[in-house]
Structure formats: C-alpha cells, structure tokens
C-alpha cells in the first residue's frame, strides 16, 4: 500500500519524506489557502522533495477551462498528478488529460460506487473517495472503498483506489485491509501509527533494566 501525506506544509513533507513515508503528496484548493502560499511555488517545492504522485487541483469547472489550468499546472513538474473533481466536465477533462496530455489524473470528491465506476472508464489514474466526509453524515465511508475494490477487481480496471479524508489511524488499517492501492492523510495520522502503549510501557522497562546493568553500548 502506498502513502500519500494529505497536505501542503512542506516542513511536514520533508519530515515524513526523510522517514521514507511519502510515496506522493495530495493537496487541494483549502490545503493551499492554509499553506499561505502561492499554489505554483508551494507545488514546485513539495515535487523538489517528493518523487512520487503530486496532485494539484483545477479550480474551474468548465471542461474547456480545467484543460487550460491543467496544462499550467502540468508545467510545474513532471510528477504532477492532475486533479478534477467528480462532475461530468471533470471526466471528460480527465480522458483529454490521459490521452492528449499523457499525464496522471486524480479524480477527487468521489462519494458513491457509480461515480467511481464513471472514473475509472474515464481512464483515472487515481480515483478519491472521501471516507471522512462520509462518516460525518452517519454513513460507513469504508464501505465505499470496498465497493469499489469489488467494482474495480469484477473489471480489471487499472484505477487505483486512493483512499481520501482520513481522520483515523482505523481508516488506515481498513482501508488496507480492503485492499485499496493508496491511502492519503495528514502528517499527524501518519505519524501515529507508530503509537502503542505497549511499545512505550516495554520500552521504558527495558531501559529501566539496563541502566541497572551499568553498561554502555556504545
Ligand atoms: C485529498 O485528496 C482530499 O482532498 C482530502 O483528503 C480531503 O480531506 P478532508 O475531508 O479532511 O478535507
């Protein structure tokens, strides 16, 4: 599975980056406003520290003007992924950027089992499905994701299912479970996957042990 960090703060991604965390980044239009930052210069310094996928986000919302902001967007770095949302300009924006422009494509905002069907006949690279935002309304958003995992493996389709709005380190591990490809998150969600009591409560025991031995290491 890989991990995308779901932010903007490049003091952020260079921590996680060194802790070989990142496999991409995913930002979007509220990531940026709280970044503080103009959208081109924050983009071109997070795909300086980040090999993987980069997703920077359209802003229209008419086909003809998505393709205008995503041949912009796709000049600030060869690993920029190309995000539209999930409407019907968004798709066929998505075809012409898969086809004509031979760039990766995240499909964002996606809600629903159909949409995600719609995606991945558009030929997204990657398809978002907001689990977080589903859990707010009283629905379980990891159905969702195995929804689509079922839809996308009935099919072949080569979309991969990149997990989006993760609040939780739970949606982390079921969204593995389910077998999705990606998971995005913010830097805190990420780094707390390492916490366990136990690791804490035996790490101090063990510690605790040696310094009664009197001995060093090193
Ligand atoms: C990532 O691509 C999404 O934009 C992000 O995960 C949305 O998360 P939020 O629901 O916490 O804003």
């Not at 509220?30 to 920077?56: Q, R």
């Not at 190309?82 to 905002?109: E, F, H, Q, Y």
């Not at 080569?158 to 949606?171: D, F, Y």
Request: net charge negative.
């Amino acid at each position: 599975m890989k991990f995308f960090v779901d932010t903007a703060d490049i003091k952020e991604i260079r921590e996680l980056h060194d802790l070989g965390l990142v496999d991409g980044v995913t930002t979007n239009p509220s990531l940026i406003l709280k970044s503080g930052g103009n959208i081109t210069d924050v983009t071109k310094e997070i795909c300086s520290i980040v090999e993987g996928p980069v997703s920077a986000e359209v802003v229209a919302t008419e086909y003809g003007q998505m393709i205008k902001e995503a041949e912009v967007l796709a000049k600030i770095a060869d690993n920029i992924c190309i995000k539209v949302p999930l409407t019907l300009d968004g798709l066929k924006a998505c075809r012409t950027i898969r086809t004509s422009m031979n760039r990766l494509v995240n499909v964002t905002l996606c809600f629903s089992a159909n949409q995600a069907l719609l995606a991945a006949k558009a030929g997204a690279t990657f398809i978002s499905p907001f689990v977080g935002r589903i859990d707010d309304t009283g629905s379980d958003g990891m159905e969702l994701i195995a929804e689509i995992r079922q839809i996308y493996d009935n099919y072949d389709f080569p979309t991969e299912i990149l997990t989006a709005s993760v609040r939780t380190v739970n949606h982390v591990k079921q969204a593995a479970l389910i077998g999705a490809d990606v998971v995005t998150a913010p830097p805190a969600t990420l780094k707390a996957l390492v916490s366990h009591p136990l690791t804490d409560k035996g790490l101090a025991q063990f510690l605790a042990d040696w310094a009664k031995t009197g001995q060093k290491i090193a």
